[in-house]
């Protein structure tokens, strides 16, 4: 799975954290049962957010519910509660569509596995597949997936035309456009179409992020191998970036402050602090020697269970439930 959002179970505590891995398996068992098994390979945490959103506004007497889900791997072969209905379909759709057209721009790349010659036809295939797939569902949900698949086209080409000088944002644009319609047809779908505008602003911005935080991440692979990367392609500033990124946060905050929701709470975590700490993570990872860089922390006797006992001097004489909170600011505890 991937993703920006990485939440820490512990920050968003035991109901908070049930109902987001309700959302995420529940999207993986729309994958599955829309498309196929072989579509549970589009499964992102990114793409939960939707579910979420669309959740949120619902009123209660319309608010999809829940199903047990049999066991898994990837929950220790536990049974699950799991989302279901129309939200976690929206947001598998538009989970795979965006990962088709990923797996389209490797394989026309020759980049990663799907770029290998004896698996590029292969690669191709399965991405049409995918796009007509969801299309079809799309259609079923009221959403034109071909929003999605023009932006991923236009992207295309402004990545060809960009130099020093560009404008980031101008590169970014198609990827905003995308996730801006993905947010706001959440809205249309929980029958709350007032919503509509302020969150297509706020995945506008999330959009923005997460394709920032892309080049981030991967600025130094693509240097090491040839590949293009916005940020260097524009010769942007890794400060620039960063305020643009954490621009964006705020701007999503004041977004969703003009929507209506009947429980924001999972809302404001991810879109929030759990957005606020994947900027902090991004940056502090792929540029450590920057003033922003978290530093390691050292091995306590005392912690949370999440980090294992490696506080940070920022809480170091915490208490264990503090602790947590504290430690995953300022080091990827990878829970």
Same mark, same amino acid.
């Given at each position: 799975?991937?993703?920006?959002?990485?939440?820490?179970? %512990?920050?968003?505590?035991?109901?908070?954290?049930?109902?987001?891995?309700?959302?995420?398996?529940?999207?993986?068992?729309?994958?599955?049962?829309?498309?196929?098994?072989?579509?549970?390979?589009?499964? !992102?945490?990114?793409?939960?957010?939707?579910?979420?959103?669309?959740?949120?506004?619902?009123?209660?007497?319309?608010?999809?519910?829940?199903?047990?889900?049999?066991?898994?791997?990837?929950?220790?072969?536990?049974?699950?509660?799991?989302?279901?209905?129309?939200?976690?379909?929206?947001?598998?759709?538009?989970?795979?569509?965006?990962?088709?057209?990923?797996?389209?721009?490797?394989?026309?790349?020759?980049?990663?596995?799907?770029?290998?010659?004896?698996?590029? %036809?292969?690669?191709?295939?399965?991405?049409?597949?995918?796009?007509?797939?969801?299309?079809?569902?799309?259609?079923?949900?009221?959403?034109?997936?071909?929003?999605?698949?023009?932006?991923?086209?236009?992207?295309?080409?402004?990545?060809?035309?960009?130099?020093?000088?560009?404008?980031?944002?101008?590169?970014?644009?198609?990827?905003?456009?995308?996730?801006?319609?993905?947010?706001?047809?959440?809205?249309?779908?929980?029958?709350?179409?007032? !919503?509509?505008?302020?969150?297509?602003?706020?995945?506008?911005?999330?959009?923005?992020?997460?394709?920032?935080?892309?080049?981030?991440?991967?600025?130094?692979?693509?240097?090491?191998?040839?590949?293009? !990367?916005?940020?260097?392609?524009?010769?942007?500033?890794?400060?620039?970036?960063?305020?643009?990124?954490?621009?964006?946060?705020?701007?999503?905050?004041?977004?969703?402050?003009?929507?209506?929701?009947?429980?924001?709470?999972?809302?404001?975590?991810?879109?929030?602090?759990?957005?606020?700490?994947?900027? %902090?993570?991004?940056?502090?990872?792929?540029?450590?020697?920057?003033?922003?860089?978290?530093?390691?922390?050292?091995?306590?006797?005392?912690?949370?269970?999440?980090?294992?006992?490696?506080?940070?001097?920022?809480?170091?004489?915490?208490?264990?439930?503090?602790?947590?909170?504290?430690?995953?600011? !300022?080091?990827?505890?990878?829970?």
């Amino acid at each position: 799975m991937f993703g920006i959002i990485r939440p820490c179970r %512990h920050r968003l505590g035991g109901e908070l954290g049930a109902a987001w891995r309700a959302h995420l398996c529940g999207m993986c068992l729309a994958l599955r049962d829309d498309h196929g098994q072989v579509a549970r390979l589009a499964t !992102n945490y990114d793409g939960l957010v939707i579910s979420v959103l669309a959740e949120a506004q619902a009123p209660a007497v319309t608010r999809p519910g829940r199903r047990v889900a049999g066991p898994c791997p990837l929950r220790g072969m536990r049974r699950a509660q799991v989302a279901t209905g129309d939200c976690a379909r929206l947001a598998a759709t538009v989970s795979l569509v965006l990962a088709a057209a990923k797996v389209r721009d490797h394989a026309a790349d020759g980049d990663g596995i799907a770029g290998r010659p004896g698996l590029r %036809h292969a690669a191709m295939a399965l991405a049409r597949d995918w796009e007509a797939r969801g299309a079809g569902i799309g259609t079923e949900l009221g959403f034109d997936t071909a929003i999605l698949t023009e932006a991923v086209s236009r992207q295309e080409s402004l990545e060809a035309h960009a130099g020093p000088g560009t404008p980031l944002l101008a590169v970014t644009e198609p990827t905003e456009t995308a996730t801006g319609a993905a947010f706001g047809h959440t809205a249309v779908l929980a029958g709350q179409p007032g !919503n509509e505008a302020a969150l297509a602003e706020a995945g506008r911005l999330f959009g923005r992020i997460a394709h920032l935080l892309d080049a981030v991440e991967d600025q130094a692979a693509d240097a090491a191998r040839g590949a293009w !990367n916005p940020i260097t392609a524009t010769g942007t500033p890794v400060s620039e970036v960063r305020r643009l990124c954490e621009d964006a946060v705020t701007g999503i905050g004041l977004a969703l402050a003009d929507a209506d929701f009947t429980d924001r709470r999972l809302v404001d975590a991810l879109l929030g602090s759990e957005l606020r700490a994947a900027v %902090h993570r991004a940056f502090g990872a792929a540029y450590a020697e920057g003033p922003a860089a978290p530093e390691k922390g050292r091995r306590r006797r005392r912690g949370c269970g999440c980090c294992r006992g490696r506080c940070c001097d920022a809480c170091v004489d915490a208490a264990p439930e503090a602790c947590c909170s504290a430690c995953c600011e !300022n080091i990827d505890c990878s829970c």
